[in-house]
């Protein structure tokens, strides 16, 4: 088993994936931050810049270890830069087919013993890991939003992801400073996304009924249930068209419970997608 010090993280440029991206450099290791064009890549070199110099703000980081963390990051666009990775991590839009084919490309690109981590938030690992053609190497890593502070990563295995991936990416867990859970049933959502979907759903459907304002609906779970936030502020920050690509599939697999109600789908229609277009459920700007 070789070494991992170079990660690649493709889809690099997006929400999670400079996020993922800049957790593992902090943690020490050289990353490949990979996306469809420069645009990406470079706004997802800015998102980390900004994170990074609020840890060094907080006083979590020093200014010596940003600077190392920020050299140890190079970006490209395509996949033929993930060759030199010893370890994958794909974060691209929340597409089984767009995913399946990425994963089906990077197993001829990157070495045999490379295991392939994926982000996504719902679809099955083992429907991922055969276009691959390496379903023992492939595995689920599921990061919360945003992925420097949040401290879980859900770790799923498919049918035959192979004890040694599932060892080898808990360790890795541990030097990203992550805890993790186990999904050991490879299923739609595993463990995090069925529960907090169910929650997000109920409260659109408050909204959606006029039963109390998306505010309060927020703050219910704020200050009633202790929550960091409120499920809709939660949807707002993740994005309703991930959202609702995740509803779709989940509808799919577990019925009507996981449909999107039409308060969500007019917000997609009109282009409104949350708080990286400025405007979802409330509106806060555009996110950071
Ligand atoms: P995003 O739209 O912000 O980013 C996706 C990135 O992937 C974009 O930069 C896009 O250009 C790039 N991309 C698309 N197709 C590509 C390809 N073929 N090759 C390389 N790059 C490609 O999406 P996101 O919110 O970061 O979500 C990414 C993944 O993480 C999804 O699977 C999503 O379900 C999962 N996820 C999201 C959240 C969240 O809160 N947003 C939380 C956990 C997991």
């Given at each position: 088993m070789t070494e991992i010090r170079r990660i690649a993280v493709v889809g690099g440029g997006g929400q999670m994936g400079n996020g993922i991206g800049q957790v593992a450099a902090v943690a020490g290791f050289d990353v490949t931050l990979l996306d469809v064009d420069r645009d990406a890549t470079d706004r997802g070199l800015a998102r980390i810049d900004k994170s990074l110099a609020r840890l060094v703000k907080r006083g979590d980081l020093t200014e010596d270890e940003r600077d190392r963390a920020r050299a140890r990051i190079t970006t490209g666009t395509g996949?033929?830069?993930?060759?030199?990775?010893?370890h994958v991590i794909e974060a691209i839009v929340e597409d089984l087919a767009a995913k399946q084919e990425t994963f089906a490309r990077l197993d001829g690109i990157c070495q045999p013993e490379v295991i392939f981590a994926s982000n996504t938030s719902q679809f099955p690992i083992s429907a991922i890991g055969r276009a691959s053609g390496r379903a023992d190497r492939v595995i689920g890593t599921h990061w919360f939003n945003p992925p420097p502070i949040m401290r879980l990563i859900e770790v799923v295995r498919g049918l035959e992801t192979s004890d040694q991936t599932l060892a080898t990416v808990l360790d890795l867990a541990g030097r990203f400073g992550k805890q993790t859970i186990v999904c050991h049933k490879d299923t739609a959502g595993f463990v995090t996304s069925r529960l907090i979907m169910a929650l997000i759903l109920e409260a659109m459907r408050l909204a959606e009924e006029g039963v109390a304002d998306v505010a309060d609906i927020n703050k219910a779970a704020v200050?009633?249930?202790?929550?960091?936030?409120?499920p809709l502020d939660t949807v707002d920050l993740g994005g309703l068209d991930t959202f609702i690509k995740a509803s779709a599939s989940m509808t799919e697999a577990y019925?009507?419970?996981f449909r999107s109600p039409q308060i969500v789908r007019t917000l997609v229609n009109a282009g409104h997608y949350g708080w990286k277009t400025g405007r979802g459920f409330s509106d806060r700007g555009t996110a950071e």
């Open positions: 996949l033929d830069a993930a060759a030199e990775a010893d200050l009633g249930f202790n929550h960091a936030m409120g019925g009507e419970r």
